[in-house]
T-cell receptor, first 112, second 111 residues
C-alpha cells in the first residue's frame, strides 16, 4: 500500500511569492490534514479537509489556504510568502475515525 | 495555549538502558493519546497509543503509562537501541482526528 505522498520535496521561494504544495493521501482515506513544523517547534495544525470540504483550520492567517479534489488529493497554497513561513509542511491522511493519522515525508519550504 | 507539553527538548540514553519520555496535558477532556516518532527528512510515524480507560499500554519494547489525575503520560523504551534515536511527539485528538502535538523530545541513544 502506497503511503501519503507529498510534492515537491523541497521548494525555494522568495518573499512575496506564492507556494503550492501537493499531497496524495493513502488510497481509501478521505480526510487530509496539513501541519507546519517550523524550526524548533512542534507540529502546528493548519487545515483539515474531508470529502472536499474544509472542516477546520488552525490559527494561521488567511493567506494559508487549500483545497481537496474529488480524488481526495489536496493542495496547500501559501500566498504573499514571508520569511517565517520557512518550515516543513506535513500532510497526513486518515479515514474518518480510523486512528491514527498517517503522515507523508513533507515539503521543506524555504523563503528567502 | 499549549495543551500538550513536552518539557524536555532532548534526552540522551545509553544503549540497553531505559528511555523515559514525558508529556503533560492541560485539557481534561482528552481521552486518547498517541506517540509518534520522527526521523530527519521523514514524516512522523505512529508508535503507540493509549485510551483514557487504561493506565498502561504495551507493545514490545514500548510502554505508555497514563496518569489521568496528574494529566501526565510517559513513554518507556526498554531496552533502548541506537535506531530509537529520533524525535518523539506526544499528541491528543482535539476535534475528530485533528491532533494537538507537543513540541517533541529528541532522543539520542549512544553505544
Amino acid at each position: 500500500e502506497a503511503g501519503v505522498t507529498q510534492s515537491p520535496t523541497h521548494l525555494i521561494k522568495t518573499r512575496g511569492q506564492q507556494a503550492t504544495l501537493r499531497c496524495s493521501p493513502i488510497s481509501g482515506h478521505t480526510s487530509v490534514y496539513w501541519y507546519q513544523q517550523a524550526l524548533g517547534l512542534g507540529l502546528q495544525f493548519l487545515l483539515w479537509y474531508d470529502e472536499g470540504e474544509e472542516r477546520n483550520r488552525g490559527n494561521f492567517p488567511p493567506r494559508f489556504s487549500g483545497r481537496q479534489f474529488p480524488n481526495y488529493s489536496s493542495e496547500l497554497n501559501v500566498n504573499a510568502l514571508e520569511l517565517e513561513d520557512s518550515a516543513l509542511y506535513l500532510c497526513a491522511s486518515i479515514s474518518l475515525g480510523q486512528s491514527p493519522l498517517h503522515f507523508g515525508n513533507g515539503t521543506r519550504l524555504t523563503v528567502t | 495555549d499549549q495543551q500538550v507539553k513536552q518539557n524536555s527538548p532532548s534526552l540522551s540514553v545509553q544503549e540497553g538502558r531505559i528511555s523515559i519520555l514525558n508529556c503533560d496535558y492541560t485539557n481534561s477532556m482528552f481521552d486518547y493519546f498517541l506517540w509518534y516518532k520522527k526521523y530527519p527528512a521523514e514524516g512522523p510515524t505512529f508508535l503507540i497509543s493509549i485510551s483514557s480507560i487504561k493506565d498502561k499500554n504495551e507493545d514490545g519494547r514500548f510502554t505508555v503509562f497514563l496518569n489521568k489525575s496528574a494529566k501526565h503520560l510517559s513513554l518507556h523504551i526498554v531496552p533502548s537501541q541506537p535506531g530509537d534515536s529520533a524525535v518523539y511527539f506526544c499528541a491528543a485528538p482535539a476535534v475528530a482526528d485533528k491532533l494537538i502535538f507537543g513540541t517533541g523530545t529528541r532522543l539520542q541513544v549512544f553505544p
